[in-house]
């Protein structure tokens, strides 16, 4: 199985950036997806997830309004549209594969490697 995140960057505050994540090796369209992400000094967190049918989608609080998750089952791919980037969103983004809602590591069974997202001020 492997989960290869594409997309970061070093953009300014108020920015947009598109995170991907294209899976292999597992049945794809079985899968909730989510994006987590990691700022230095501190533990990994929930950012947004879409279950396998693209019906149901979660979000941090810290990212609704401003975040976008989507999933294309026929090209594997799991989507992060960041609009309206704030300094604050800086971190190494991870996506990953798992079941149920998906706003908890507990959930994920597979781990990309993680695209870096920086976002001066």
């Known amino acids: 199985v492997q989960l290869q995140a594409s997309g970061g960057g070093l953009v300014q505050a108020g920015d947009s950036l598109r995170l991907s994540c294209v899976a292999s090796?597992?049945?794809?369209?079985?899968?909730?997806m989510g994006w987590f992400r990691q700022a230095p000094g501190r533990e990994r967190e929930f950012v947004a997830a879409?279950?396998?049918?693209?019906?149901?989608?979660n979000y941090a609080d810290s990212v609704k309004g401003r975040f976008t998750i989507s999933r294309d089952n026929a090209k594997n791919t799991v989507n992060l549209q960041m609009n309206s980037l704030k300094p604050e969103d800086t971190a190494v983004y991870y996506c990953a594969a798992g079941y149920g809602a998906g706003t908890t590591e507990t959930a994920y069974y597979y781990w990309g490697q993680g695209t870096q997202v920086t976002v001066s001020s």
């Open positions: 090796g597992l049945p794809f369209s079985v899968y909730t």
């Open positions: 879409i279950n396998r049918s693209s019906g149901r989608t």
